[in-house]
């Protein structure tokens, strides 16, 4: 026998079954949460659990069943480390595989010592495997440690990913080209993934952009108007700097990769204000820089395409000592002029901006009074009728809203007191993945807010219902300090786990070292009256000892020659896989108790 276990394959039946049930479902609670990110059915985990499983104990002929099972918990540890959140569905998935995988290497200790027959009588017996659970958490330290690099390593770029279905997608979405959008229209969030993003900063993921208001809904004055990008055959196309958005030329470079999880999208997202795009197809870019796809072109689940984009450098300071500036007259045209709207709005606005001293302060100005006088809500009463002007209904009799009413208030009351604004429709940034360094944008975070536009500088992102940092003073990663401040909780309930576990080893390592509940072999009664007969001569069995030797040295004792081979039949029944036969049971039952009535030794 090796350490490690048996190297032919354990058998499916009696305790390696119970090994090979438990490794199943703890792989299967890992695997889910890679094929939940991939969107791939459950289904599918759980039948590559069962594999794993079934193959693991029964399937490696060459590697000690013990080794292979505690490796493969190891790999299942690098895939939780991976992809898991700890949270929802993720958080029970994670703690599914954790306590599978303390019960799985107890079973496989226990079916191990099963397997293994003990000779002696004190031979010393395995406890509980603490240093194997201990090698599994640095295993999920160091995959955690690793995974960003290896991510990186591994990940492409451009993916052409699934055929996509418009029709899995139905209504007014952020992943859908329109040239209008109704303000009345409710959103509709859930915690659905529509995508990922590997991204050096967070900002806003921009898909698109209105300026023509009607009192209830938007539109862009371009229309449909388009160019296409030139695509060369790596797929990359280079995206023109408007000459009036000084940010698309020397602003701060931000390289996203966009993964999509939604079923469906024509719209292609980006930080403002894309330059280069990478795609494994033609894009269209309208004047506004909304990049979307030809007609009867759409991205599925699993397509992947990298943008890369020039950022405003936008500091608070960058943004008030804009107002020195002029604003070119075509943006001033398009963007800042007053919009439809009701006499007491214009009032409003000019009232709450009256102290503000430059764009960026009216800007916060008109933030302020709306965060303190309106709230947001997706049940917020609708309009009374469909001419209802919904930013005078929204600031003056409901008092709530969702973010497109909050968003296209704060734009008309810019516009009115001069301010170049537009609105701007897409994603916040989503959560953030400290261990893959990815963005997880839920359908939750779809969003809409102004983009408002200052000289020198270029356009800005602003909302009062989202805290999208200025690019200037984005960080894509956080100290140390600050992910212990963010986690705190998480770090006390781990540590907590990990102390409670070191707690229970003593526990833990009673219950493994009981011994099995067995019938004793052959081998092993042999072995014992073999000892017995050694004891009573003076000569007892080390820990060195094998069958053949031990019995060869008793043999010395007593003169009883017929134990050299009771010796040897034991070795060959525990090392060798021998099945004595009848005879040779008796024959040596004979010789033990001839030499077991020979007088002991004083």
């Known amino acids: 026998m090796t350490r490690g276990g048996p190297k032919h394959p354990a058998s499916l039946r009696g305790p390696w079954a119970l090994v090979a049930a438990a490794l199943a479902a703890t792989m299967t609670a890992a695997i889910m949460l890679g094929t939940d990110r991939a969107g ?71 079916a191990d010592l099963v397997e293994r027959p003990s000779l002696a009588r004190d031979a010393p017996r395995r406890s509980f495997p603490r240093a194997t659970v201990g090698a599994l958490l640095a295993v999920l330290l160091v995959a955690a440690a690793l995974a960003p690099a290896i991510s990186a390593s591994l990940h492409r770029d451009v993916r052409t990913g699934t ?19 109704d303000t009345r229209t409710r959103p509709r969030l859930s915690d659905r993934v529509v995508m990922t993003v590997d991204a050096e900063r967070p900002a806003f993921w921009r898909g698109q952009t209105y300026d023509m208001w009607d009192g209830t809904r938007w539109t862009r004055s371009t229309g449909l108007d388009y160019s296409r990008l030139h695509y060369d055959n790596r797929g990359l196309q280079a995206i023109p700097a408007p000459a009036d958005d000084p940010g698309a030329s020397t602003g701060i470079s931000n390289r996203q990769t966009f993964t999509v999880e939604a079923p469906f999208a024509d719209v292609m997202f980006a930080a ?3 330059r280069t795009l990478l795609s494994d197809r033609p894009a269209l870019l309208l004047p506004d820089g909304t990049l979307a796809l030809p007609e009867g072109e759409s991205l599925g689940t699993g397509a992947t395409y990298t943008v890369t984009s020039r950022e405003a450098n936008a500091t608070q300071a960058t943004l008030r000592a804009s107002g020195a500036l002029a ?58 009728t469909s001419s209802t002007d919904v930013v005078d209904w929204f600031t003056f009799t409901s008092h709530e809203g969702w973010c497109e009413q909050i968003a296209s208030t704060l734009v008309v009351m810019l516009r009115e007191v001069g301010v170049p604004a537009r609105l701007a429709t897409g994603f916040v940034p989503g ?55 963010s986690h705190a909780v998480l770090i006390v309930i781990v540590v ?104 002991a030794r004083e």
Not at 91 to 98: K, M, P
Not at 165 to 181: E, H, I, K, M, Y
Not at 367 to 382: F, G, N, Q, V
């Open 496 to 599: 907590g786990a990990l102390g409670g576990l070191f707690l229970a080893g003593p526990l833990l390592a009673r219950v493994a070292r009981r011994p099995p509940r067995r019938a004793p072999s052959w081998a092993e009664e042999t072995w014992r009256s073999l000892a017995d007969v050694g004891g009573r001569v003076g000569r007892p069995p080390s820990a060195a000892d094998t069958p053949r030797a031990f019995a060869r040295a008793v043999a010395s004792e007593t003169g009883a020659d017929d134990l050299v081979g009771v010796g040897e039949l034991v070795d060959a029944a525990v090392y060798g896989g021998y099945e004595p036969s009848a005879a040779q049971r008796e024959r040596a039952a004979a010789a033990l108790a001839l030499a077991r009535s020979a007088p």
């Open 327 to 384: 604003v070119p007259s075509e943006i001033d045209a398009t963007y800042a002029r007053p919009s439809t709207t009701t006499d007491r709005v214009r009032v409003l606005a000019r009232s709450i901006t009256a102290g503000a001293p430059t764009s960026y302060d009216k800007v916060l100005a008109i933030e302020a009074w709306l965060a303190k006088h309106t709230r947001y809500s997706l049940d917020a009463p609708l309009p009374p």
């Open 40 to 110: 791939l059915p459950r289904i599918v985990a759980v039948v590559a659990g069962i594999c794993v499983g079934m193959l693991t104990v029964a399937g490696l002929p060459s590697v000690p069943t013990r080794v292979a099972v505690t490796a493969v918990i190891a790999m299942g540890g690098f895939v939780v480390a991976r992809h898991a959140r700890l949270a929802g569905v993720d958080g029970v998935l994670v703690l599914a595989w954790a306590v599978g995988a303390v019960v799985t290497l107890i079973l496989a200790d226990r």
């Open 163 to 181: 055929s996509a279905d418009p029709f899995a997608d139905p209504g007014q979405s952020v992943l859908s080209f329109s040239d209008t959008l």
């Open 272 to 274: 403002a204000s894309p």
């Open 431 to 485: 959560d953030l993945d400290l261990v893959s360094n990815r963005y997880t944008v839920r359908e939750r975070d779809a969003h809409a807010w102004a983009d408002v536009y200052f000289p020198g500088v270029g356009w800005q992102g602003f909302d009062p219902t989202a805290n999208v940092p200025l690019a200037g003073e984005a960080h894509h990663t956080q100290t140390l300090w600050q992910m212990l401040r």
